[in-house]
């Protein structure tokens, strides 16, 4: 079965300082991989997306995430943080066609970013 | 903005009775994906509709229905609403491609509370 884990619960940066939130995921074939933003009371936000290609992914507002195959991970990533980054973060799996195309979630990481 | 909208924004709703949500898709998508997000949770599938058909169904009982139109507008539909329906309803859209490379794009959402 198909899998993500974001395995911290909270992330908390000094703005200016680079973050990382983490993902691991399982799945069998080529991951289809993307993260997602959530701001209080919103829907989600497309960040980026990684299915082939360079292992390295740039999306929107400076974000940016690395796919490892071999550590099954694909940690975001941005070199300086906003107080404006502050938000819940969901990294998901999309399954195949023949699996109803559907997004796995993983249970989000709520990043802070203080001033 | 993503292009998706959803209505209504908020719904107070009594145990037992019927809903439904609506979902306007970004113009072109042919498919729509309906999740459900308990607080604190990541979403969680429900089902997704291609071309007016459903696709793909997640771990949810029949009670919850959807539609499809042909101008790509959807409904969610719920009978028989239960307390632990209370949650954030959020619907994707997304063009189908070849070689399963589309994103989904999110609506607002709808928060439906059942008392």
């Known amino acids: 079965a198909q899998s993500v884990a974001q395995p911290e619960d909270q992330v908390n940066v000094a703005e200016g300082n680079p973050l990382t939130v983490k993902c691991t995921y399982s799945v069998s074939g080529n991951p289809y991989l993307f993260w997602y933003v959530q701001y209080p009371n919103r829907g989600l936000q497309f960040l980026l997306k990684y299915i082939t290609g360079d292992n390295l992914v740039k999306g929107s507002y400076g974000f940016e995430a690395e796919f490892n195959k071999s550590q099954t991970s694909f940690h975001l990533k941005k070199p300086s943080a906003l107080v404006s980054d502050s938000a819940l973060y969901f990294c998901?799996?999309?399954?195949?066609?023949?699996?109803?195309?559907?997004?796995?979630f993983g249970q989000g990481t709520e990043l802070s970013v203080k001033p | 903005e993503t292009g998706v909208t959803q209505s209504p924004t908020h719904l107070i709703k009594t145990r037992g009775q019927q809903v439904t949500l609506r979902c306007s898709s970004q113009?072109?998508?042919?498919?729509v994906s309906w999740y459900q997000q308990a607080l604190g949770q990541g979403p969680q599938f429900i089902f997704q509709y291609y071309r007016e058909e459903e696709n793909g169904r997640g771990n949810f009982p029949p009670r919850f229905s959807g539609l499809q139109f042909p101008n790509y507008s959807s409904e969610l539909n719920v009978n028989a609403l239960e307390l632990d329906d209370s949650a954030l309803y959020l619907c994707?859209?997304?063009?189908?491609?070849?070689?399963?490379?589309?994103?989904?794009?999110f609506g607002p959402g709808t928060r439906l509370l059942v008392l």
């Open positions: 994707a859209s997304s063009l189908r491609l070849a070689g399963g490379q589309e994103t989904q794009y």
């Open positions: 113009s072109g998508h042919n498919t």
């Open positions: 998901a799996v999309r399954t195949y066609y023949n699996q109803g195309g559907k997004l796995i």
